[in-house]
């Protein structure tokens, strides 16, 4: 195992532990192969891809810091800045934007008072515009904490959504 320091390690055990079962996937000089899962992993216990992060798992797996960094800015999954409790991404690519998906979008900023890219005040939504999410025929779909899916997303469905998530808050 390539972990860093315990001193120095950012993850539980048992989120190394699940980055160990990525890695097994792959031949012992192929681990970058699971950089992508790792950032998920990561993400998902700390919320964020800070450059800690991005040391951390470069250690971890055995890559340059610049390789996992080149990772997780190119996809618009990971929050290399920190975001609200629940990020919510509103395709708005065309297919969906000529289904509403660019006014639920407008209904979401309106409602939460923010912009895409910005996060509420008490910290709990983050609202950003997502590149395809392969439902198009389910339009407006969203994608919370890239992974629940929500399709056909009008008005009463997105304030339905919203007291949801702020009940699970």
């Known amino acids: 195992m390539n972990a860093p320091e315990r001193a120095h390690r950012l993850l539980s055990d048992e989120a190394y532990g699940r980055i160990d079962r990525e890695l097994a996937k792959y031949p012992a000089d192929q681990r970058q192969s699971a950089v992508m899962a790792a950032l998920a992993i990561a993400q998902d216990e700390l919320h964020v891809v800070s450059p800690d992060v ?12 610049i390789a996992v960094h080149e990772v997780a800015t190119f996809y618009n999954m990971y929050n290399t800045r920190p975001v609200g409790k629940f990020k919510i991404a509103v ?12 006014k639920a979008g407008e209904y979401l900023k309106s409602r ?16 950003v515009e997502s590149e395809c999410l392969g439902s198009c025929g389910d339009s ?10 929500h399709s056909f997303m009008n008005s009463e469905r997105m304030d339905a959504l919203l007291e949801q998530l702020k009940a699970r808050s």
Do not use: H, Q, S, W
Not at 54 to 65: E, Q
Not at 91 to 102: E, I, K, Q, S, Y
């Open 91 to 102: 395709c708005t690519c065309l297919p969906c934007a000529l289904r509403d998906g660019a």
């Open 112 to 127: 939460l008072g923010i912009d895409y890219g910005e996060t509420t005040a008490d910290g709990l939504f983050t609202l």
């Open 54 to 65: 991005i040391r951390d798992v470069a250690a971890y797996i055995g890559m340059p810091p």
């Open 140 to 149: 407006p779909v969203m994608l919370v904490n890239n992974k629940e899916m």
